[in-house]
């Protein structure tokens, strides 16, 4: 039997890679039948502004505003290409915990789809990967993207700037 996918979660950051993610998304989702569903999550890292001595909620304001556009935009894209069930939400707190843990439980999520991380390999150190932590501890699948939808391997930001001006 043919293993399909109801509750798909998309992590997005507004990166190339979270973008490609989202693209196969709407791709796994429409071969799996109308009763699939993405659910689209912005995770805002909270820690990330502990560090700032004039911290201000107008920072955190202005985050989830860009994020709540960004994922517009996914939301209208994904319907258009014939994906009736697709929502979305932005999480305050450690985005490894929240994406490999929190929602797949409260969502009921069967796959997370997530973009590849172009962290070196001390930045892994140093940070750790979001996306090597969900794959090490999530409880369903996770499809970690590395490539676009004719699986042509991503093309960093200089490579894909390069070839615009070819």
């Given at each position: 039997?043919l293993?399909?996918y109801q509750?798909?979660?998309?992590?997005?950051d507004?990166?190339?890679?979270?973008?490609?993610?989202?693209?196969?998304?709407?791709?796994?989702?429409?071969?799996n039948?109308e009763?699939?569903?993405?659910?689209?999550?912005h995770v805002v890292?909270?820690?990330?502004?502990?560090?700032?001595?004039?911290?201000?909620?107008?920072?955190v304001?202005?985050?989830?505003?860009?994020?709540k556009?960004?994922?517009?935009?996914?939301?209208?894209?994904a319907?258009?290409?014939?994906?009736?069930?697709?929502?979305?939400?932005?999480?305050?707190?450690?985005?490894?915990?929240?994406?490999?843990?929190?929602?797949?439980?409260?969502?009921?999520?069967?796959l997370i789809?997530?973009?590849?991380?172009?962290?070196?390999?001390?930045?892994?150190?140093?940070?750790g990967?979001?996306?090597?932590?969900?794959?090490?501890?999530s409880?369903?699948?996770v499809?970690?993207?590395?490539?676009?939808?004719?699986?042509?391997?991503?093309?960093?930001?200089?490579?894909?700037?390069?070839?615009?001006?070819d």
């Amino acid at each position: 039997m043919l293993q399909t996918y109801q509750n798909i979660l998309v992590p997005v950051d507004g990166s190339y890679e979270a973008e490609l993610a989202f693209e196969k998304a709407v791709s796994v989702a429409k071969r799996n039948g109308e009763n699939s569903s993405i659910h689209l999550v912005h995770v805002v890292d909270t820690r990330a502004f502990q560090n700032i001595s004039s911290f201000d909620t107008a920072m955190v304001e202005e985050v989830t505003a860009t994020a709540k556009k960004t994922i517009e935009g996914y939301i209208k894209e994904a319907k258009e290409n014939g994906v009736k069930n697709v929502d979305y939400s932005i999480e305050y707190g450690a985005p490894k915990v929240v994406i490999a843990k929190d929602l797949p439980q409260e969502k009921d999520i069967d796959l997370i789809m997530i973009g590849a991380t172009g962290l070196n390999a001390v930045e892994r150190i140093l940070v750790g990967s979001v996306t090597e932590y969900v794959t090490r501890n999530s409880k369903c699948d996770v499809l970690v993207v590395r490539t676009d939808l004719e699986n042509k391997p991503a093309l960093s930001k200089e490579q894909r700037a390069a070839q615009e001006k070819d």
